[in-house]
T-cell receptor, first 115, second 114 residues
């Protein structure tokens, strides 16, 4: 049971390049999330998904797109990277079944630098 | 997003002593959940403790306990008998009932000194 995994762990991009971050979970969770963590600001929600084929905007969605084609995977895309998107990105998932604890399980994070 | 405020950017504590981290939040909701997450230098986010707003009893998990004051919208974390492994950043987080979205505070860095 790997929990939540993220690929890649580190990435350096040049301004204007694109990339996709992959999140996978093996806990059969319905809900999945993408956060970014910046110094002094905690974690902020970018996008989230309440089930396969659905996505919704979070607090800071601009410049990002997401897709949830399979229940276990949640992809975060940057079409044209900007230095302001330099951050650590976390994926998380949670169980919404009866008796769930509302705990979000986090991946190990991806450190992205845009130069 | 709900506002979660952690007013202490950094705290330092001697090993075996007790430290208390503060957290306040702003909401008009009556039903919600509160969490403390720990982020050690490894960067992995780990749930420390959670509290349901409808429960008056404060949650405890081994050396970790909370002081939940609903009227004051306050949710502090007490770490007793601090250990070197407690060195980490601690985040307070809020979730409205059935919303499934977390709002995080800015975090408090705790350093445990040997």
């Amino acid at each position: 049971n790997a929990g939540v995994t993220q690929t890649p762990k580190f990435r350096v991009l040049k301004t204007g390049q694109s990339m996709t971050l992959l999140c996978a979970q093996d806990m059969n969770h319905e809900y999945m999330y993408w956060y970014r963590q910046d110094p002094g600001m905690g974690l902020r929600l970018i996008h989230y998904s309440v089930g396969e084929g659905t996505t919704a905007k979070g607090e800071v969605p601009d410049g990002y797109n997401v897709s949830r084609l399979k229940k276990q995977n949640f992809l975060l895309g940057l079409e044209s990277a900007a230095p302001s998107q330099t951050s650590v990105y976390f994926c998380a998932s949670t169980d919404r079944s009866a008796g769930a604890t509302y705990e979000q399980y986090f991946g190990p994070g991806t450190r992205l630098t845009v130069t | 997003a709900q506002t979660v405020t952690q007013s202490q950017p950094e705290m330092s504590v001697q090993e075996a002593e007790t430290v208390t981290l503060s957290c306040t939040y702003d909401t008009s909701e009556n039903n919600y959940y509160l969490f403390w997450y720990k982020q050690p230098p490894s960067r992995q986010m780990i749930l420390v403790i959670r509290q349901e707003a409808y429960k008056q009893q404060n949650a405890t998990e081994n050396r970790f306990s909370v002081n939940f004051q609903k009227a004051a919208k306050s949710f502090s974390l007490k770490i007793s008998d601090s250990q070197l492994g407690d060195t980490a950043m601690y985040f307070c987080a809020f979730m409205k009932s059935y919303d499934y979205k977390l709002s995080f505070g800015a975090g408090t860095t705790v350093t445990v000194r040997a």
